[in-house]
């Protein structure tokens, strides 16, 4: 059996990429910045008003595998596409990347998720995402020995959306701690901390969870305060480690007592933020998997993220390893 | 009935697209910057060893109407695609532009045509294109009115490939020339040429076919020989308007004994170099149709052109009309 750095489970999707103005964002009643749940009667509306787009694979959690495989790590995916042509899409790209990806497709319906993402001037994404087949992704999609090999198993908060994902996380969480391993998650999405708020408390402080990633809106909405330095200390309580990013502020580490601040990388343009937060967690993975120090960990995260933001699409269209190695981090 | 600016009609095709290195190319016996036909078995061969890619409605002739109107002008598009995933896209994408678009599409076999398109660090772009439901496009297809609407018809040459396309241009050119309108073609590849060079002479010397469009390679295939000069002389007798593109050298307009020599715009990269040929034609037919200059025509055509080869995939992310607007030529 290989070993894999890192699993990570997720919401498999499709993304669908256009570039709007702010005022259709609001014309539109879409939330900016945020992930927007939308059902398939509003994604055919929503498509009807969106401009001409591009395609790419992309999904939270997708991205992260990618970006880790990318940066010659070892990684895996669990994630439910249909068997139609948006499937083969993502299918092809996360195992052209490298990634293993085994996950039994659905017949055609629901067909495979999209997100239609619209992409303001400033560079900001605000995603809308139709579920489709994720909705089926559930405790026997989880292979054991995939969870038992992996040094991390990673999953999204937005798996909270569907409706039996949760089951196979805490399956492969259980799993993951039968064998010595250890098991995190993102927040993903300030929005969906306030729909799961106790539920993401309970996996951490259940120790479900043993490593957690947020930016600073999620991590103030977790606590429900505006004192980022209080959240900070209350999640250092809660999970052993946690990487909080901050954009063009960078990230800090925390474990304990211990805080690591970490640089954001100097960006020439903010093109596209789809995959910031994904490919700092890729970036941070890899760097946790092969024992590097957490200032390290951060850099990695930092410089990954700082690549996909320079592109439109959510996953790096250049290798990270030779980026890292350009930047002396590998 | 509304009147169209350029009509254009072409293979209706997504693109897949993805970087490789010349090695690939020649290990996987791709003719480089050619449009390589595949079949299905083909097809799948060729995505398995393929990196991971991104998406983008493409079709020669789909780029340039979407061109037309990216610049202002009213275009309309035939075209065959499925009723399936990619044929959706074409669909929104070219609508989504404001291009008129109403060709009946199959109902999923064959599906949607797609071409890998492998991008080689030099910028150049490797097309193997798998037909699929191009093949049925036909008479049947040809909406008269909206012919008899269009002060150009455009067609590509890559047409005469799918068996029964032939038959549907020389039913539009009919109609084109009963309504006093006119018809350009573009000779699309040198190797298509090859295949079709009688066929392709004899469009224009019936007068089947007014404008022709080439690229250098195609106008020496097309007179089979390696004189540019005499073969500059041969199109000027075979066709009343031919617009000859050569790369960073620019475009030469040769009418009769006249020949306007064209700029190339100055591109800071060459990142991808799809759809240079099918933006030419944009501009050139945008300005031809509104009135302008045949060297205000080649302008507009290396302005697109310049603007398609800086970014990934064929049709411009960017509102050509602005950037005419800004470059002082509207």
């Given at each position: 059996?290989?070993?894999?750095?890192?699993?990570?489970?997720?919401?498999?999707?499709?993304?669908?990429?256009?570039?709007?103005?702010?005022?259709?964002l609001s014309s539109n009643g879409i939330i900016k910045s945020a992930m927007n749940l939308i059902d398939a009667e509003r994604?055919?509306?929503?498509?009807?008003?969106?401009?001409?787009?591009?395609?790419?694979?992309?999904?939270?959690?997708?991205?992260?595998?990618?970006?880790?495989?990318?940066?010659?790590?070892?990684?895996?995916?669990?994630?439910?596409?249909?068997?139609?042509?948006?499937?083969?899409?993502?299918?092809?790209?996360?195992?052209?990347?490298?990634?293993?990806?085994?996950?039994?497709?659905?017949?055609?319906?629901?067909?495979?998720?999209?997100?239609?993402?619209?992409?303001?001037?400033?560079?900001?994404?605000?995603?809308?995402?139709?579920?489709?087949?994720?909705?089926?992704?559930?405790?026997?999609?989880?292979?054991?020995?995939?969870?038992?090999?992996?040094?991390?198993?990673?999953?999204?908060?937005?798996?909270?959306?569907?409706?039996?994902?949760?089951?196979?996380?805490?399956?492969?969480?259980?799993?993951?701690?039968?064998?010595?391993?250890?098991?995190?998650?993102t927040l993903s999405d300030s929005f969906c901390v306030h729909r799961y708020r106790e539920e993401f408390l309970d996996l951490m402080r259940s120790g479900t969870v043993d490593i957690v990633f947020a930016n600073r809106s999620e991590l103030l909405a977790l606590y429900e305060t505006e004192d980022f330095e209080a959240a900070l200390g209350r999640i250092a309580g809660d999970c052993r480690l946690a990487a909080v990013t901050m954009s063009e502020d960078g990230s800090i580490v925390v474990r304990g007592a211990d805080r690591v601040p970490v640089d954001a990388i100097p960006v020439a343009r903010v093109v596209d933020t789809t995959g910031a937060g994904d490919l700092y967690a890729a970036g941070f993975l890899f760097g946790y998997t092969s024992g590097r120090s957490l200032a390290d960990c951060g850099r990695l995260g930092s410089l990954a993220a700082g690549i996909v933001i320079e592109q439109i699409g959510p996953r790096p269209m250049q290798s990270l390893k030779d980026a890292a190695r350009a930047a002396g981090l590998l």
């Open positions: 059996m290989t070993t894999f750095d890192v699993l990570t489970i997720g919401n498999a999707i499709v993304d669908i990429i256009a570039r709007c103005d702010d005022a259709f994604a055919e509306l929503l498509y009807s008003r969106m401009g001409p787009a591009v395609e790419a694979s992309g999904g939270s959690a997708g991205n992260t595998a990618a970006g880790v495989a990318s940066l010659g790590g070892r990684a895996a995916y669990f994630g439910k596409v249909s068997n139609d042509q948006l499937g083969a899409i993502f299918d092809h790209d996360i195992k052209a990347q490298g990634v293993h990806f085994a996950t039994r497709p659905l017949d055609g319906v629901p067909p495979t998720a999209r997100s239609m993402i619209f992409v303001t001037p400033d560079g900001e994404r605000s995603m809308n995402t139709y579920l489709g087949a994720c909705v089926e992704l559930g405790p026997e999609d989880v292979e054991p020995d995939v969870v038992a090999a992996a040094k991390v198993t990673y999953f999204e908060g937005y798996l909270w959306d569907p409706p039996r994902a949760k089951d196979a996380i805490r399956d492969a969480a259980r799993i993951a701690h039968a064998n010595g391993r250890e098991v995190a998650m």
